[in-house]
Protein backbone atom coordinates (compact mmCIF):
# COMPACT_ATOMS: atom_id res chain seq x y z
CA UNK A 1 0.00 0.00 0.00
CA UNK A 2 1.39 3.69 -1.35
CA UNK A 3 2.17 5.52 2.00
CA UNK A 4 1.02 8.93 2.68
CA UNK A 5 3.64 10.77 0.81
CA UNK A 6 3.19 8.57 -1.98
CA UNK A 7 -0.35 9.05 -2.30
CA UNK A 8 0.22 12.95 -2.38
CA UNK A 9 2.62 12.90 -4.07
CA UNK A 10 0.48 11.29 -7.33
CA UNK A 11 -2.35 13.66 -6.51
CA UNK A 12 -0.26 16.11 -7.19
CA UNK A 13 -0.19 15.76 -10.80
CA UNK A 14 -2.53 18.49 -11.90
CA UNK A 15 -1.24 21.13 -9.13
CA UNK A 16 2.43 20.94 -9.24
CA UNK A 17 2.34 20.81 -13.37
CA UNK A 18 -0.17 23.77 -13.56
CA UNK A 19 1.45 26.68 -14.87
CA UNK A 20 2.88 24.28 -17.82
CA UNK A 21 -0.76 23.57 -19.11
CA UNK A 22 -1.87 26.77 -18.79
CA UNK A 23 0.94 27.61 -21.39
CA UNK A 24 -0.35 24.92 -23.70
CA UNK A 25 -2.41 25.71 -26.26
CA UNK A 26 -3.37 22.36 -27.21
CA UNK A 27 -4.69 21.13 -24.56
CA UNK A 28 -7.43 22.98 -24.76
CA UNK A 29 -9.00 20.41 -26.85
CA UNK A 30 -8.83 18.07 -24.31
CA UNK A 31 -11.26 20.46 -22.29
CA UNK A 32 -14.04 20.15 -25.13
CA UNK A 33 -17.79 20.66 -25.43
CA UNK A 34 -18.38 17.41 -23.38
CA UNK A 35 -16.91 19.54 -20.09
CA UNK A 36 -19.91 22.16 -19.93
CA UNK A 37 -22.61 19.08 -20.82
CA UNK A 38 -21.06 17.11 -18.34
CA UNK A 39 -21.29 20.21 -15.94
CA UNK A 40 -25.17 20.87 -16.89
CA UNK A 41 -26.31 17.48 -16.62
CA UNK A 42 -24.83 17.18 -12.80
CA UNK A 43 -26.51 20.71 -11.88
CA UNK A 44 -29.87 19.65 -13.77
CA UNK A 45 -29.63 16.30 -11.75
CA UNK A 46 -29.89 18.57 -8.60
CA UNK A 47 -32.06 21.24 -9.30
CA UNK A 48 -35.60 21.06 -10.77
CA UNK A 49 -35.16 24.62 -11.92
CA UNK A 50 -32.12 24.72 -14.21
CA UNK A 51 -32.56 25.08 -17.64
CA UNK A 52 -29.92 23.01 -19.16
CA UNK A 53 -30.46 23.64 -22.65
CA UNK A 54 -30.73 27.07 -22.44
CA UNK A 55 -27.60 26.42 -20.53
CA UNK A 56 -25.47 25.01 -23.62
CA UNK A 57 -27.10 26.99 -26.24
CA UNK A 58 -25.59 30.22 -24.19
CA UNK A 59 -22.18 28.59 -23.14
CA UNK A 60 -21.50 26.83 -26.76
CA UNK A 61 -21.64 30.03 -28.71
CA UNK A 62 -17.78 31.26 -28.96
CA UNK A 63 -16.43 28.41 -27.21
CA UNK A 64 -14.15 27.05 -29.63
CA UNK A 65 -12.72 29.74 -29.91
CA UNK A 66 -11.46 30.14 -26.99
CA UNK A 67 -8.41 29.13 -25.45
CA UNK A 68 -8.05 26.35 -22.15
CA UNK A 69 -8.38 28.78 -19.16
CA UNK A 70 -10.43 31.05 -20.59
CA UNK A 71 -13.08 28.72 -21.31
CA UNK A 72 -13.24 27.50 -17.80
CA UNK A 73 -14.02 31.23 -17.06
CA UNK A 74 -16.23 31.27 -20.11
CA UNK A 75 -18.10 28.30 -18.06
CA UNK A 76 -18.51 30.02 -15.03
CA UNK A 77 -19.87 33.47 -16.30
CA UNK A 78 -22.90 31.44 -18.12
CA UNK A 79 -23.08 29.55 -14.89
CA UNK A 80 -23.91 32.73 -13.07
CA UNK A 81 -26.53 33.31 -15.68
CA UNK A 82 -28.37 30.55 -15.37
CA UNK A 83 -28.18 29.50 -11.73
CA UNK A 84 -30.13 31.06 -9.15
CA UNK A 85 -29.94 35.05 -8.67
CA UNK A 86 -28.57 34.84 -5.39
CA UNK A 87 -25.12 33.99 -5.00
CA UNK A 88 -25.68 31.64 -1.80
CA UNK A 89 -28.82 29.44 -3.77
CA UNK A 90 -26.13 29.51 -6.90
CA UNK A 91 -22.97 28.01 -5.62
CA UNK A 92 -25.33 25.66 -3.14
CA UNK A 93 -26.67 23.60 -6.30
CA UNK A 94 -23.30 24.33 -7.78
CA UNK A 95 -21.48 22.51 -4.60
CA UNK A 96 -24.29 19.77 -4.47
CA UNK A 97 -23.96 18.92 -8.34
CA UNK A 98 -20.01 18.06 -8.18
CA UNK A 99 -20.49 15.13 -5.62
CA UNK A 100 -18.28 13.36 -3.42
CA UNK A 101 -14.73 13.59 -3.44
CA UNK A 102 -12.91 11.65 -5.88
CA UNK A 103 -10.98 8.57 -5.18
CA UNK A 104 -7.44 8.39 -6.12
CA UNK A 105 -6.69 8.61 -10.00
CA UNK A 106 -10.37 10.05 -10.73
CA UNK A 107 -9.16 13.68 -10.72
CA UNK A 108 -5.20 13.49 -11.84
CA UNK A 109 -3.89 15.04 -15.47
CA UNK A 110 -6.27 16.58 -17.16
CA UNK A 111 -9.37 15.16 -15.10
CA UNK A 112 -9.20 17.30 -12.24
CA UNK A 113 -9.57 20.71 -14.28
CA UNK A 114 -13.12 20.13 -15.13
CA UNK A 115 -13.13 21.66 -11.61
CA UNK A 116 -11.61 24.91 -12.81
CA UNK A 117 -15.37 26.63 -13.79
CA UNK A 118 -15.96 25.84 -10.36
CA UNK A 119 -13.24 27.75 -8.47
CA UNK A 120 -13.22 30.99 -11.16
CA UNK A 121 -17.27 31.02 -9.93
CA UNK A 122 -16.41 31.70 -6.64
CA UNK A 123 -13.35 33.87 -7.39
CA UNK A 124 -15.28 36.02 -9.31
CA UNK A 125 -18.81 36.34 -7.45
CA UNK A 126 -18.13 35.01 -3.79
CA UNK A 127 -15.81 37.82 -2.61
CA UNK A 128 -19.11 39.01 -0.57
CA UNK A 129 -19.94 35.74 0.83
CA UNK A 130 -16.96 34.74 2.07
CA UNK A 131 -18.06 31.79 4.93
CA UNK A 132 -19.58 29.51 2.02
CA UNK A 133 -17.09 30.39 -0.69
CA UNK A 134 -14.19 29.61 1.69
CA UNK A 135 -16.29 26.31 2.39
CA UNK A 136 -16.50 25.61 -1.16
CA UNK A 137 -12.88 26.06 -1.72
CA UNK A 138 -12.08 23.84 0.91
CA UNK A 139 -13.84 21.13 -1.05
CA UNK A 140 -12.56 22.14 -4.25
CA UNK A 141 -8.70 21.97 -3.53
CA UNK A 142 -9.55 18.79 -2.68
CA UNK A 143 -10.75 18.07 -6.57
CA UNK A 144 -8.29 20.05 -8.02
CA UNK A 145 -6.49 23.40 -6.62
CA UNK A 146 -7.78 27.01 -5.11
CA UNK A 147 -4.56 27.98 -4.97
CA UNK A 148 -5.59 30.79 -7.81
CA UNK A 149 -9.25 31.20 -6.62
CA UNK A 150 -8.30 32.02 -2.91
CA UNK A 151 -6.03 35.22 -3.90
CA UNK A 152 -9.00 37.68 -4.26
CA UNK A 153 -10.07 36.34 -0.70
CA UNK A 154 -6.93 37.59 0.84
CA UNK A 155 -6.74 40.96 -1.02
CA UNK A 156 -10.46 41.64 0.49
CA UNK A 157 -10.52 39.51 3.44
CA UNK A 158 -6.99 39.26 4.23
CA UNK A 159 -7.37 38.86 8.38
CA UNK A 160 -10.32 36.46 7.71
CA UNK A 161 -8.61 34.61 5.51
CA UNK A 162 -5.18 34.21 7.29
CA UNK A 163 -7.66 32.96 10.42
CA UNK A 164 -9.00 30.50 8.02
CA UNK A 165 -5.60 29.25 6.81
CA UNK A 166 -3.97 29.10 10.01
CA UNK A 167 -7.35 26.30 10.79
CA UNK A 168 -6.76 24.59 8.03
CA UNK A 169 -2.61 24.16 8.67
CA UNK A 170 -3.89 21.17 10.71
CA UNK A 171 -6.13 19.75 8.52
CA UNK A 172 -6.27 15.99 7.95
CA UNK A 173 -6.12 16.45 4.06
CA UNK A 174 -2.75 17.42 2.72
CA UNK A 175 -4.14 19.13 -0.17
CA UNK A 176 -5.87 21.68 2.12
CA UNK A 177 -2.27 21.58 3.93
CA UNK A 178 -1.06 22.77 0.51
CA UNK A 179 -2.92 25.51 -0.11
CA UNK A 180 -2.19 27.15 2.98
CA UNK A 181 1.44 27.07 1.33
CA UNK A 182 0.73 27.77 -2.09
CA UNK A 183 -2.40 30.09 -1.77
CA UNK A 184 -0.36 32.38 0.24
CA UNK A 185 2.77 32.75 -1.83
CA UNK A 186 3.54 36.34 -2.57
CA UNK A 187 4.62 35.57 -6.09
CA UNK A 188 2.55 32.20 -7.11
CA UNK A 189 3.53 32.07 -10.74
CA UNK A 190 1.06 32.61 -13.25
CA UNK A 191 -0.99 34.56 -10.55
CA UNK A 192 -1.87 37.76 -9.46
CA UNK A 193 0.63 38.63 -6.66
CA UNK A 194 -0.25 39.69 -3.21
CA UNK A 195 1.21 43.26 -2.90
CA UNK A 196 0.49 43.23 0.60
CA UNK A 197 2.53 40.20 1.38
CA UNK A 198 5.66 41.39 -1.19
CA UNK A 199 5.78 44.61 1.73
CA UNK A 200 5.50 42.47 4.87
CA UNK A 201 5.39 38.86 4.76
CA UNK A 202 5.48 38.11 8.24
CA UNK A 203 2.16 36.72 8.27
CA UNK A 204 2.85 34.35 5.75
CA UNK A 205 5.82 33.03 7.52
CA UNK A 206 3.19 32.69 10.13
CA UNK A 207 1.68 29.95 8.26
CA UNK A 208 5.09 28.61 6.96
CA UNK A 209 6.39 27.62 10.91
CA UNK A 210 3.01 25.93 11.12
CA UNK A 211 3.87 23.47 8.00
CA UNK A 212 7.53 23.30 7.70
CA UNK A 213 7.71 20.06 9.17
CA UNK A 214 4.56 18.31 7.54
CA UNK A 215 4.50 14.62 7.32
CA UNK A 216 3.80 14.91 3.46
CA UNK A 217 6.74 15.74 1.17
CA UNK A 218 3.77 17.28 -0.93
CA UNK A 219 3.18 19.89 1.39
CA UNK A 220 7.30 20.75 2.58
CA UNK A 221 8.09 21.61 -1.40
CA UNK A 222 5.18 24.45 -1.41
CA UNK A 223 6.47 25.50 1.77
CA UNK A 224 9.96 25.85 0.50
CA UNK A 225 8.55 27.80 -3.09
CA UNK A 226 6.90 30.09 -0.46
CA UNK A 227 10.19 30.82 1.18
CA UNK A 228 11.97 31.13 -2.69
CA UNK A 229 9.14 33.37 -3.39
CA UNK A 230 9.99 35.75 -0.11
CA UNK A 231 13.58 35.57 -0.50
CA UNK A 232 12.85 37.72 -3.56
CA UNK A 233 11.85 40.34 -2.17
CA UNK A 234 13.27 40.21 1.39
CA UNK A 235 16.35 38.05 0.86
CA UNK A 236 17.70 38.74 4.33
CA UNK A 237 13.91 37.45 5.69
CA UNK A 238 14.73 34.31 4.14
CA UNK A 239 18.06 33.78 5.62
CA UNK A 240 16.82 34.70 8.49
CA UNK A 241 14.11 31.91 8.38
CA UNK A 242 16.69 29.42 7.20
CA UNK A 243 19.17 29.81 9.77
CA UNK A 244 16.24 29.60 12.34
CA UNK A 245 14.77 26.06 10.83
CA UNK A 246 18.22 24.38 10.78
CA UNK A 247 18.94 24.54 13.87
CA UNK A 248 18.13 20.86 14.97
CA UNK A 249 17.04 20.15 12.26
CA UNK A 250 15.68 16.73 10.40
CA UNK A 251 16.91 15.51 6.97
CA UNK A 252 13.26 16.28 6.08
CA UNK A 253 13.43 20.17 7.02
CA UNK A 254 16.99 20.53 6.17
CA UNK A 255 16.39 19.38 2.49
CA UNK A 256 13.01 22.05 2.46
CA UNK A 257 15.42 24.58 3.48
CA UNK A 258 17.99 23.94 0.98
CA UNK A 259 14.98 23.52 -1.57
CA UNK A 260 14.27 27.17 -0.65
CA UNK A 261 17.41 28.94 -1.58
CA UNK A 262 18.28 26.68 -4.56
CA UNK A 263 17.49 29.98 -6.37
CA UNK A 264 19.31 32.64 -4.26
CA UNK A 265 22.12 30.00 -4.33
CA UNK A 266 22.10 30.01 -7.81
CA UNK A 267 22.24 33.50 -7.84
CA UNK A 268 24.85 33.15 -5.46
CA UNK A 269 23.81 35.54 -2.91
CA UNK A 270 26.49 35.36 0.22
CA UNK A 271 23.90 35.14 2.61
CA UNK A 272 22.06 32.12 1.24
CA UNK A 273 25.35 30.65 1.08
CA UNK A 274 26.57 31.11 4.19
CA UNK A 275 23.61 29.65 5.53
CA UNK A 276 24.00 26.49 4.42
CA UNK A 277 27.52 26.25 5.15
CA UNK A 278 29.20 27.93 2.43
CA UNK A 279 30.64 31.38 3.07
CA UNK A 280 34.14 30.80 2.23
CA UNK A 281 35.87 30.57 -0.45
CA UNK A 282 36.78 27.23 -1.51
CA UNK A 283 40.46 26.29 -1.30
CA UNK A 284 40.67 24.01 -4.28
CA UNK A 285 42.35 23.84 -7.50
CA UNK A 286 40.91 23.43 -10.93
CA UNK A 287 42.66 20.51 -13.54
CA UNK A 288 41.72 18.51 -16.75
CA UNK A 289 39.49 21.50 -17.68
CA UNK A 290 37.37 20.25 -21.41
CA UNK A 291 34.75 21.26 -23.12
CA UNK A 292 33.52 19.46 -26.36
CA UNK A 293 33.07 20.07 -28.89
CA UNK A 294 34.40 23.74 -28.88
CA UNK A 295 32.60 24.00 -32.10
CA UNK A 296 28.70 22.83 -32.72
CA UNK A 297 25.80 23.85 -34.48
CA UNK A 298 22.24 23.73 -32.06
CA UNK A 299 20.91 20.79 -31.72
CA UNK A 300 23.72 19.17 -30.68
CA UNK A 301 25.15 18.65 -26.61
CA UNK A 302 28.28 20.02 -25.16
CA UNK A 303 30.02 18.42 -22.77
CA UNK A 304 31.92 20.26 -20.01
CA UNK A 305 34.54 18.04 -17.70
CA UNK A 306 36.95 19.40 -14.63
CA UNK A 307 38.96 18.10 -12.35
CA UNK A 308 37.99 20.01 -8.06
CA UNK A 309 41.34 19.15 -5.95
CA UNK A 310 41.77 20.15 -2.43
CA UNK A 311 44.55 22.15 -1.39
CA UNK A 312 44.12 22.12 2.11
CA UNK A 313 45.50 19.52 4.96
CA UNK A 314 41.85 19.34 6.20
CA UNK A 315 38.58 18.13 4.42
CA UNK A 316 36.81 20.31 2.86
CA UNK A 317 33.11 20.59 1.79
CA UNK A 318 32.28 22.24 -1.60
CA UNK A 319 29.27 23.87 -3.32
CA UNK A 320 29.84 23.19 -7.03
CA UNK A 321 27.58 24.48 -9.62
CA UNK A 322 27.74 25.09 -13.74
CA UNK A 323 27.11 28.85 -15.23
CA UNK A 324 26.86 28.81 -19.11
CA UNK A 325 26.72 32.38 -20.73
CA UNK A 326 24.09 31.75 -22.84
CA UNK A 327 23.96 34.71 -26.35
CA UNK A 328 21.07 35.83 -26.70
CA UNK A 329 18.90 37.10 -30.44
CA UNK A 330 20.42 40.26 -29.44
CA UNK A 331 24.13 39.26 -29.09
CA UNK A 332 24.13 39.68 -25.43
CA UNK A 333 24.89 36.73 -22.65
CA UNK A 334 22.13 35.76 -20.24
CA UNK A 335 23.60 33.37 -17.40
CA UNK A 336 21.87 30.32 -16.46
CA UNK A 337 23.38 27.76 -14.04
CA UNK A 338 23.00 24.06 -13.73
CA UNK A 339 23.39 22.41 -10.50
CA UNK A 340 26.77 20.10 -10.41
CA UNK A 341 26.98 18.54 -6.88
CA UNK A 342 27.95 18.80 -3.18
CA UNK A 343 31.68 17.45 -2.71
CA UNK A 344 33.07 16.14 0.35
CA UNK A 345 36.35 16.10 -0.05
CA UNK A 346 39.40 14.77 1.87
CA UNK A 347 42.68 16.19 2.03
CA UNK A 348 44.13 16.67 -1.17
CA UNK A 349 41.49 14.68 -2.64
CA UNK A 350 40.27 15.34 -6.01
CA UNK A 351 36.96 14.31 -7.54
CA UNK A 352 36.47 14.75 -11.15
CA UNK A 353 32.67 16.78 -12.63
CA UNK A 354 30.93 16.29 -15.79
CA UNK A 355 28.10 17.63 -17.55
CA UNK A 356 26.14 17.66 -20.73
CA UNK A 357 24.30 20.11 -21.99
CA UNK A 358 21.92 20.15 -24.74
CA UNK A 359 21.50 22.85 -27.51
CA UNK A 360 17.87 21.66 -28.55
CA UNK A 361 15.73 24.41 -29.01
CA UNK A 362 13.22 24.31 -25.87
CA UNK A 363 10.22 27.15 -25.08
CA UNK A 364 11.97 28.15 -21.79
CA UNK A 365 15.50 28.68 -23.46
CA UNK A 366 16.29 29.58 -27.34
CA UNK A 367 19.76 28.84 -28.91
CA UNK A 368 21.47 31.78 -30.88
CA UNK A 369 25.06 31.43 -32.55
CA UNK A 370 27.84 32.95 -30.79
CA UNK A 371 30.69 32.91 -28.49
CA UNK A 372 29.57 31.34 -25.08
CA UNK A 373 31.33 31.45 -21.68
CA UNK A 374 31.35 28.81 -19.15
CA UNK A 375 32.13 29.06 -15.70
CA UNK A 376 32.30 26.84 -12.53
CA UNK A 377 30.64 28.20 -9.36
CA UNK A 378 32.78 27.07 -6.16
CA UNK A 379 30.61 28.36 -2.96
CA UNK A 380 29.14 30.61 -5.44
CA UNK A 381 32.64 32.35 -6.19
CA UNK A 382 33.17 32.15 -10.59
CA UNK A 383 35.77 29.96 -11.97
CA UNK A 384 36.21 30.71 -16.37
CA UNK A 385 36.87 27.28 -17.41
CA UNK A 386 36.65 28.42 -21.05
CA UNK A 387 34.16 28.23 -24.13
CA UNK A 388 32.40 27.03 -26.44
CA UNK A 389 31.00 28.32 -30.01
CA UNK A 390 27.73 27.83 -31.55
CA UNK A 391 27.73 27.90 -35.24
CA UNK A 392 25.46 27.97 -38.11
CA UNK A 393 27.40 25.88 -40.11
Known sequence: MASRTERAQNGQNVKSSYTAHLMAEPLKNRFGNDVPRRIGAQIAAVSRTFDNDAFLADVLT???????????????????????AKYPDALKILMQSIGPRPKRGESEGMAA??????????????????????????ELTQRFTAEFSVRPFFERHQAAT??????????DNAHVRRLVSEGSRPRLPWAS??????????????????????PEL??????????????????????????RWLKGASDERRWLVHHALRSAVKRTESGA??????????????????????????????????GVVNKASLPQRVLADLRVHFVKSNGRPSAKTFKL????????????????????QHTTRKHYPGTHLVEVLLNGKARRLGTFEITTR
Open 62 to 84: GYEELELMPRARHIARRLRVHLP
Open 113 to 138: FYYGPHTFFVAEFGLDNFEISMDAQY
Open 162 to 171: LARFRQWATD
Open 193 to 214: RLRAFQKDPSPVIELLELLKDD
Open 218 to 243: YVRRSVANNLNDIGKDHPDVMVAVAR
Open 273 to 306: LAALGYGSAANVSIRNVRIAPERLRIGQSVTIKL
Open 341 to 360: RTLELGPKEGVALQKSISLK
